[in-house]
């Protein structure tokens, strides 16, 4: 009786069996892929060139030359600042100047950021001439008012960034500002702008307390081939500096570029940690530029943020960023005025080579509209 039992189990177990592989819910075993067959032919050796990392690492990009970019970039300038251009040359075009007229012009200039003593300036030059020349017609203002911006924004001034070092040293730029203001950003910018002029560049991540933002530049710079020197987080910004610097007198670098911390905190605190990254680079090479970026959005704010910089670290030049983010283009005239220190590049968006060399006129010319 049991055998007969035990005969009905295994017919009814390979009848189930038999079924399962019919539909396929018995799959055949796979081997896994990292597993090698042994009675398989060894690979031949892929050259090591071949290899396929090689081949699937991203490619150096080739950022866009620098020259011309502002004019380039002008519609996007006009676009938020016309209020101020075409506002200024309707009220200049009037028949009669009088008083109440003056009044406007001189609110439009102060609303637009240009500041209280430079709008003065302007105002009484643009009365002076006018009264003198008369406005018998439109294109007067308006080659009258160009002139006079023109001269507010010091077309004399040298405006070339100091890049190159001396005596076969690299050049060394030092970046500073609030945390938010495009610091980052900026450095990786001028980096591509380097590149594209075949000059070889390091970067130094001494703002070493914002880990995003240290990723932030070795990403960037990885894109154009740039290296980044950083150090452990919330480390010592000097030391990062000292490194960066150092490995690019050690490796013939043409450029090392800076980005620091921007914890605007105390200004006791903020000094003493410009001055000792200042310090400690200048004893392996001169620092050949400092610049100093400001957020054009934020206004007299910003302005009084760049004072306070100014008083801990010798500004050699300004980098006016978002201005395409503003209809306050007039920050340019007055942070320029006040600072002493020329206006070298301007932020007009967010994209890897929307940073453009500044220039006094394509600016007004922007300002003023075709
Ligand atoms: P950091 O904290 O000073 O280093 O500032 P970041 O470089 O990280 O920039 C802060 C933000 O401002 C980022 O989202 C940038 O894309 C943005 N930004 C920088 N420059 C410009 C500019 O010229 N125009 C606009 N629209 N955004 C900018």
Do not use: C
Not at 36 to 49: L, Q, R, T, V
Not at 276 to 283: G, S
Not at 308 to 315: H, W, Y
């Amino acid at each position: 009786m049991s055998d007969v039992l035990i005969y009905v189990l295994i017919a009814v177990a390979v009848l189930v069996l038999g079924l399962a592989g019919w539909f396929g819910l018995v799959a055949p075993r796979r081997r896994p892929p990292t597993e090698s067959a042994p009675s398989e032919a060894p690979a031949p050796e892929a050259p090591i060139a071949e290899a396929p990392v090689e081949a699937e690492a991203p490619a150096v990009e080739r950022p866009a030359p620098p020259e011309g970019r502002l004019a380039r970039l002008r519609a996007r300038l006009a676009s938020s600042q016309s209020t101020l251009g075409r506002g200024l040359l309707t009220v200049l075009s009037r028949d009669r100047l009088d008083e109440s007229t003056w009044e406007e012009i001189e609110e439009a200039l102060l609303t637009a950021d240009v500041g209280v003593a430079p709008t003065q300036e302007l105002v009484n030059n643009l009365r002076t001439r006018l009264r003198v020349e008369g406005v018998a017609h439109p294109d007067l203002a308006r080659t009258t008012l160009r002139e006079e911006l023109i001269g507010l924004l010091d077309p004399s001034m040298d405006r070339s960034l100091g890049v190159d070092g001396i005596d076969g040293q690299p050049g060394v730029v030092l970046v500073v500002g609030v945390n938010g203001t495009g610091k980052t950003t900026t450095v990786a910018r001028i980096a591509r702008v380097l590149v594209a002029e075949d000059k070889t560049v390091l970067l130094g991540a001494a703002d070493t307390f914002r880990a995003a933002a240290v990723e932030q530049l070795s990403t960037w710079g990885e894109r154009v081939g740039v290296e980044t020197v950083r150090g452990p987080e919330g480390g010592d910004p000097a030391s990062v500096g000292f490194d960066a610097v150092k490995r690019a007198i050690d490796e013939g670098v043409d450029t090392v570029l800076v980005d620091t911390a921007g914890r605007l905190h105390t200004k006791a605190g903020l000094m003493d940690e410009l001055g000792k990254v200042k310090r400690v680079i200048e004893k392996q090479a001169p620092i050949t530029e400092v610049l100093l970026v400001i957020d054009a959005t934020t206004g007299q704010n910003g302005l009084t943020q760049a004072r306070v910089f100014a008083e801990v670290v010798d500004v050699t030049g300004l980098v006016l960023t978002k201005l395409d983010g503003t209809a306050k283009g007039g920050i340019v005239i007055q942070v320029q005025r006040e600072l002493g220190v020329p206006v070298k590049l301007v932020g007009l968006g967010e994209g890897a080579d929307d940073l453009a060399p500044f220039e006094a006129e394509v600016f007004v010319d922007a300002l003023l509209g075709d």
